[in-house]
């Protein structure tokens, strides 16, 4: 059967150990089974990653160490950290402050369950706890990170990450579980350098509860998201459970690949490319694929922008974002928002579109059409295509 393409301006009227899998239950989504078979135990890879050749974090930790939580141990870490390139971390929860973690080159990092990383209450408006900075190389494996937000000491600011990474390469973070951070669970851009971050691969993450977003992307060349629940961004703008962002026109966003995300009662949007920041300087070509993206009570699930106007000298940001069978569930107003989406060089295409009524039913082809089609800009390089 051929698909069967509209044109709209043709158109006139986490996994996370076993909580994730309680989680991802509770919230009932209809593809639940297939999510749940794609989700590993948290517990199962660490047994796999944890090598007996690393060394233990432990060995580095004061005599006396208490296994609470209740002290700050981020020195004894980083000293860890700075001499030895593999490194298992114990079984408990460990206290650090805002100084954060300092990752290098060639290492792996591998957390045992039970392991916690605990910021300790910080007024500062800028950190991370982990921090892969000009580093190549660097593999995360099942880190559990618990921001400040509930006890943070100051109210200015938005940037405090739980994992931030700044013009690296070839980055991994796998099976972590990122809660209750001051700014995104995971940030990934560039340093004062300018050099944006590439091949970056983020891979069953589970992270709930950023006063940000869950994760905000805002110069990367090369970023693959997989397997992975972004829940209950809110606190401040733009509270999303995948921002991308450029802050200028010297970042770059290309080579985007999400694939299974699920994003739950975000306050601001499901996934968001909010563009218009990155004109100013040479033409940009923006590419990004997302498969099989479910949504489930954000405000919108998508929402795009990209405002020709912000153009200084003529510069186009051209290219392609698509969708393939993404499904939205207990949808707003605004399900899908695309209207700021105004640069005729950039196109948006959403293909096998599913939306869901408030008792999980599946709409008709001509409703669907009627919703999406509401927020479209009438200039806009919009397709919609059903198989």
Not at 6 to 12: A, K, Y
Not at 70 to 77: G, I
Not at 238 to 249: L, R, T, W
Request: hydrophobic residues 35%.
């Amino acid at each position: 059967m051929k698909n069967k393409l509209i044109h709209f301006s043709q158109l006139r009227p986490l996994i996370c150990k076993t909580c994730l899998l309680l989680t991802l239950a509770a919230i009932a989504f209809s593809c639940k089974k297939d999510v749940q078979s794609s989700v590993t135990s948290t517990e199962n890879v660490v047994s796999s990653n944890l090598s007996a050749t690393a060394y233990d974090v432990t060995l580095s930790l004061p005599t006396g160490y208490v296994k609470d939580g209740s002290v700050d141990y981020t020195k004894y870490l980083q000293m860890a950290i700075d001499k030895y390139d593999n490194l298992n971390f114990p079984a408990f929860p460990i206290l650090v402050n805002d100084i954060g973690l300092q990752l290098r080159s060639n290492s792996k990092l591998t957390f045992a369950t039970g392991s916690k990383l605990i910021l300790k209450p910080s007024k500062n408006q800028n950190y991370d706890v982990l921090s892969i900075r000009e580093c190549n190389n660097v593999k995360i494996y099942s880190p559990v990170i618990v921001g400040d937000r509930n006890s943070h000491t100051g109210s200015g600011g938005e940037w405090g990450m739980g994992i931030g990474i700044y013009s690296s390469s070839n980055i991994q973070v796998s099976y972590a579980v990122i809660s209750n951070t001051w700014g995104d669970g995971i940030y990934v851009g560039s340093s004062a350098k300018n050099i944006p971050s590439s091949a970056i691969i983020i891979d069953r993450v589970n992270i709930t509860n950023s006063r940000r977003s869950a994760i905000s992307i805002t110069s990367a060349k090369g970023v693959t998201i997989t397997n992975s629940y972004l829940a209950k961004s809110n606190g401040t703008i733009p509270q999303d459970g995948i921002c991308v962002e450029p802050n200028s026109s010297k970042d770059e966003i290309s080579g985007l690949v999400f694939t299974n995300i699920q994003s739950f009662q975000n306050k601001g949007h499901g996934i968001e490319f909010s563009l218009s920041k990155i004109y100013g300087g040479s033409d940009k070509k923006i590419d990004a694929v997302i498969n099989s993206y479910v949504d489930k009570g954000s405000y919108s699930a998508v929402y795009v922008s990209c405002f020709h106007k912000k153009s200084s000298h003529g510069e186009k940001v051209s290219g392609l974002i698509t969708f393939n069978n993404p499904k939205w569930y207990n949808f707003g107003q605004y399900v899908f928002d695309p209207y700021g989406l105004q640069e005729p060089a950039l196109s948006l295409k959403v293909v096998n579109p599913s939306l869901y009524d408030s008792n999980n039913n599946l709409l008709d082809q001509a409703a669907i059409l009627k919703i999406l089609q509401r927020e479209i800009y009438s200039k806009t390089n919009t397709t919609i295509v059903n198989n």
